[in-house]
């Protein structure tokens, strides 16, 4: 989920477990969906993106899903790694709106060994 | 291939004093984006550029000035700095998969 203000939601597993995060989304007119990873004191980093013409797409480690009817998103991670420790920012975009990218508010991962 | 460089890394100003914020990227993109990040909250667009000589307003314009040039640079200016102001900037190339500079840390007195 997404929070306001300034406590960021956590997530915590167990290295070697998957991890889901979840990102609820706000317009049904967006078309394309983007997860980012921004690691502490980086600037953020492209991971996987999808169209909404697909509702599951797979990279390395990676799988976004979508589900257009509760407009959510979700992020999984498999065997999540101390190095995927950061904090990880959903976005979409829609053509109405010049196709500027609309940022979540992100999620904290941590990754205990 | 540098990608996105930004400069300064960080920098402290008083109130009303101005600065421009460099940014520069090699991959020859027409779409170049300036956000601010504030303390557990996403990134908010402030300008953006659809080529050279093409800007245009953001979620949060107001005390920033932007110019393109050329392709390659996207120069930020903040006017008249304020308290406000003290943020991360991310500079960023690309439309849809954006790649982003290292960012400049600004605190404004």
């Known amino acids: 989920g997404e929070s306001v203000g300034l406590h960021l939601p956590t997530l915590s597993v167990q290295e070697g477990d998957n991890s889901i995060i979840n990102c609820a989304y706000s317009n049904s007119a967006s078309d394309y969906f983007i997860w980012y990873k921004q690691e502490s004191g980086k600037g953020p980093q492209f991971i996987i993106d999808?169209?909404?013409n697909m509702d599951k797409r797979q990279g390395q480690r990676v799988t976004v899903l979508l589900n257009k009817t509760v407009k959510h998103l979700s992020l999984q991670i498999a065997a999540t790694q101390p190095g995927d420790s950061a904090v990880y920012f959903c976005a979409e975009a829609y053509a109405g709106n010049n196709r500027k990218l609309i940022w979540g508010l992100g999620t904290s991962l941590a990754v205990n060994p | 291939n540098a990608g996105v460089t930004q400069t300064p890394k960080f920098q402290v100003l008083k109130t009303g004093q101005s600065m421009t914020l460099q940014c520069a990227q090699d991959m020859n993109h027409e779409y170049m984006s300036w956000y601010r990040q504030d303390p557990g909250m996403g990134l908010r667009l402030i300008h953006y550029?659809?080529?050279?000589?093409?800007?245009d307003q953001g979620e949060v314009p107001n005390g920033y000035n932007v110019s393109r040039s050329t392709t390659e640079d996207f120069p930020l200016r903040l006017l008249s700095a304020a308290p406000s102001q003290t943020s991360v900037y991310f500079c960023a190339s690309g439309y849809n998969e954006q790649f982003f500079g290292p960012g400049t840390r600004l605190t404004v007195l």
């Open positions: 999808i169209r909404s």
């Open positions: 550029s659809v080529g050279a000589g093409i800007t």
